[in-house]
């Protein structure tokens, strides 16, 4: 399950992990330490990933199934830690300066362009083509290939979501709301008929990090706006951009989201929601499965929407996350490397993981796979949610322009500047940024 | 005695070089590089590098975040520094005449200063709850959002900054009216030669320091000491003993141990805190109901990164210790004995360098430590954290060496003895209590790093005890007990400091106008 959210601040689960991790790490040091270079050796890959975590981890017998298929080659899987920013941290580190230690990597999208830029990447484009990326969502492949190279191959795939009390929308004769409008219309509806002062509205991610920047840029998108022209310039309907800001703001003035909204994250809002005690949730479709578990309060009782999109505005505009693979330009062994990539996003290889380990895969066909969907009934629901998804800006720069633009919509969430300000300073900072990195 | 003094010259050089270098490379050149680093635009992932001139101060110039923050560093400055002088010197008057406990009242004055600020953090953030803090609960179970609310947010943070920066405040300032400086000591005498002109300035950083020391003559009988550069009036002895009642001194002790136990609850809370379980934790009758737990403890030793962290923080701050003595006291008795050229400019430029603020070395720190691949290595941190334990060291050492009665040197010297064995068999050991002040002070302020080593390490193997704490991971809720336990192990080394060695602590701390 963690791998689904590892498009940032992915939660933790399990207690020990750290340790285990660590010990799991240096199990693999000592390993790799201990060996003699030796000509007779047979050539070995490293793979880097995020942590696994959930049921069980298909990702072994895949690489085994890789061996298999590659005589003589062995891949050697090493997790690191699940913090998002502590993985960046760890290639950014490595990738610069220092020897390469592995070969093929698992990246958050958000990256790809950021370590093309940096030279980190192997160009991929020699070996896959643009139609092979055609199966995969097409938010997927616009990080993928930046500045017109293919980078990386998409993996694992992620979507926002709208859940929503099924059960409490269906006692008043409502059906998911298509706009943010009408959204809003249920949540006081239904308060009203349920007299539960501690009933929440619609909860959602506003602390200052990167949901932060997913959560304000979609409600940004539904307003109409956008963070960059086609001419590069930053919020170019300044008013749009603005506009969904201020609603945010709106919902917690208005009582609709509690005010901590403004200090949660996925895991917060999704443990409120799963006590029963909200109407509405955006999150990640990981929560599904833990909302479905034995024992959940709300188990058969949550139903899945695209997110509202807005009067006037756009229609729903989600944002996509996920996962790709790239490989280390560095990598002694570029063939085999590139092979276990496109090996691992093969559709059966996909598959393995969807069915085994409760990933989200990247390759559109999957979701109305007959096996796939005796495991995941949900999965055409999800398909066309993800059909919609938006990626994030593709650029190189996407983690420095985030990380200013927090700090402006955190203020105007919380409502020390105006949503306009809070605009208009994000503006100025941004342009100084990109004009910084022509 | 020419030749003599060409030796010393000599050895003055080679006493400061090291010293001289290593302050030249880690706090010199960041301080000034940074300078040249603000005139240029650098991405080094992307191989960006270029001069730009004055660009990014005119982008600050007409940056609204940035004039906020002028803004509010300006408040918060003014606010807290007047509220510290206030009541610090409020506290040091009723130290003054402090006679039962007065260690105790030391150790529970120094406190709150000689704990990380992380640990700080944490523990105000805890008291600052909205529904489970200690504050709220006191001021009759209100749900004030302290941190939340805008603008509550920053009287909340000059409180947490008043909290552990008052008692330093109180301890510098003590005794002020008994101690008066002997300006006639100031002037030059005839005979006196260039040596001990420089002396007399850099020896009498505080009045107090130089009390301690007269006290120390006085039970020491150093018969040889002629009371140069002391800078103090012989005649000027403690007074205020045995006036007042008995009894009224009595519960005057006892109120002043009061306030400074009262001033000190932050900290007691917290380490309540560690001992109560999670469940007890959600409301302050609870926590105070609930029967103690090592839960916390367990959790933290056998499940968090807090032992590798540990292990990491003693390492470095152990290192940084012993690297700023071995390079600091050649050159602190280089500085304070031997000629050497430029001297003041020497001494100025050493304060200097400890006036840089550490986020304006902090890039160029980085870029160093990156071009000799030290990243997230112990040596990466000793180094940084050297550039401000060395100056601090050569200050502090400057004026024990100057303690170090010269007659015994010239002794020495008759005998036979070389300047550098003079310095080692008979300098050194004579200023050991000195070296022991300034090394329990050096590796206080590395213990509590925070900025350094939160830049320059990268993977959670290497943090060390603040950086642990300050990303001290939580699932889906904040880990208020395991986080007070931390906090606990991360204060250990401190508590020992403050309460077992205050006297060497104390004596480091007002020989030295030491800034946070």
Known sequence: MLARSHAYDAPVLTGGWRGRALVLVLCVLVAGCAQRPDAAAPVTL??????????????????????????????????????????????????????????????????????????????????????????????????????????????????????????????????????????????????????????????????????????????????????????????PEEERAAGGLAFLRALIVSGVSPSWVTAADEELSRRHFGDGRAIFLRNWPYAMDLFQAAGSPVRGRVGMAPLPG??????????????????????????????????????????????????NPTRMALYHDRDVVRVHPDFPLVHDLMLRARPRPVTPAYLMLSTTLQPEFSAALVGVKSPRQAIEHARLRLSYLLEGLR | MTVRRLDDARTARVLLAPALLALAVLAAWPGLWVLWLSLQRRIPVFGIERFVGPAHYAFLAEDPRFWNAVQVTLIFTFVSVSLEFLLGLGVALGLQGQRRGRRLAVALLLLPWALPSVVTGRMFEWLYHPSAGLLNYVLGGEAINWLGEPTLALPALIAADVWRTMPFVALLSRRPARVRPDVRAHRRRPGQHDGDAHRVRVSQPLPDAAA????????????????????????????????????????????????????????????????????????????????????????????????????????????????????????????????????????????????????????????????????????????????????????????????????????????????????????????????????????????????????????????????????????????????????MLASLPPIVIVVGLQRWLVRGLTAGALRD
């Open chain 1, 46 to 235: 490293v793979f880097k990933h995020a942590k696994i975590l959930g049921p069980s981890d298909p990702v072994p017998a895949l690489l085994r199934e890789f061996e298999r298929r590659h005589p003589g080659v062995r891949v050697q899987a090493e997790s690191l830690s699940w913090n998002s920013d502590d993985q960046h941290q760890f290639f950014v580190i490595n990738l610069e300066g220092r020897g390469a230690t592995f070969d093929v990597m698992m990246l958050d999208v958000v990256w790809v362009a950021e370590f093309a830029r940096a030279g980190w990447l192997l160009d991929l484009s020699p070996w896959v083509t643009r139609a092979e990326l055609e199966p995969h969502f097409p938010s997927t492949i616009a990080p993928a290939t930046w500045n017109g190279r293919v980078w990386a191959m998409p993996w694992l795939m992620n979507v926002g979501i709208l859940y929503y009390r099924a059960d409490l929308l269906g006692k008043y004769g409502l059906t998911p709301p298509r706009t943010w409008e009408a959204l809003v219309d249920q949540v006081v509806r239904v308060r009203a008929a349920e007299r539960n002062p501690r009933l929440d509205g619609v909860l959602w991610q506003g602390r200052q990090y990167e949901g932060l920047t997913v959560n304000a840029l979609e409600a940004i998108w539904a307003n109409g706006g956008r963070m960059f022209g086609a001419d590069g310039t930053v919020f």
């Open chain 2, 212 to 487: 301690g020391l007269r006290r120390r003559h006085r039970r020491c009988r150093v018969r040889a000491g002629d009371g140069r550069g002391v800078g103090l009036s012989q005649g000027d002895r403690p007074r205020g003993r045995g006036h007042g009642v008995r009894g009224r001194g009595v519960l005057r002790d006892a109120v002043v141990l009061a306030a400074l136990a009262l001033w000190a609850v932050p900290f007691f809370w917290q380490a309540l805190t560690s001992f109560k379980p999670d469940t007890a934790l959600l409301a302050v009758e609870r926590l105070l109901a609930a029967p103690p737990t090592l839960d916390h403890y367990r959790a933290v030793v056998q499940r968090s990164v807090m032992p590798a962290a540990l292990v990491n923080s003693l390492g470095v701050a152990a290192l940084t210790t012993a690297f700023a003595l071995v390079l600091g006291a050649p050159g602190a008795y280089a500085l304070a004995r031997l000629p050497v050229p430029g001297k003041h400019a020497l001494l100025l430029g050493i304060v200097a360098c400890t006036a840089f603020p550490q986020v304006a070395i902090v890039g160029p720190l980085f870029v160093l430590l990156r071009a000799l691949d030290l990243r997230d290595t112990w040596a990466a941190l000793v180094l940084a954290d050297t550039s401000f334990a060395l100056p601090l060291v050569l200050w502090l050492l400057a004026g024990f060496v100057r303690e170090v009665p010269v007659a015994v040197e010239e002794a020495a010297e008759i005998d036979g003895a070389s300047r550098l064995a003079t310095l080692g068999r008979v300098v050194l050991p004579l200023m050991a209590p000195g070296i022991a002040s300034a090394g329990l002070l050096v590796f206080l302020m590395a213990w509590n790093e925070l900025l350094f080593a939160y830049t320059f390490t990268a993977t959670e193997a290497s943090r060390t005890v603040p950086v642990a704490l300050a990303l001290f991971p939580g699932v889906y809720e904040v880990p208020w007990g395991d986080i007070a336990a931390a906090s």
């Open chain 1, 310 to 359: 807005r009067v006037g505005g756009a229609v729903s505009a989600a944002s996509s996350g996920g996962a790709h693979l790239g490989v280390n330009r560095r990598t002694r062994h570029p063939e085999l490397a590139v092979a276990l990539v496109r090996f691992l996003a093969e559709a059966e290889a996909q598959k393995t993981m969807t069915v085994g380990g409760a990933l």
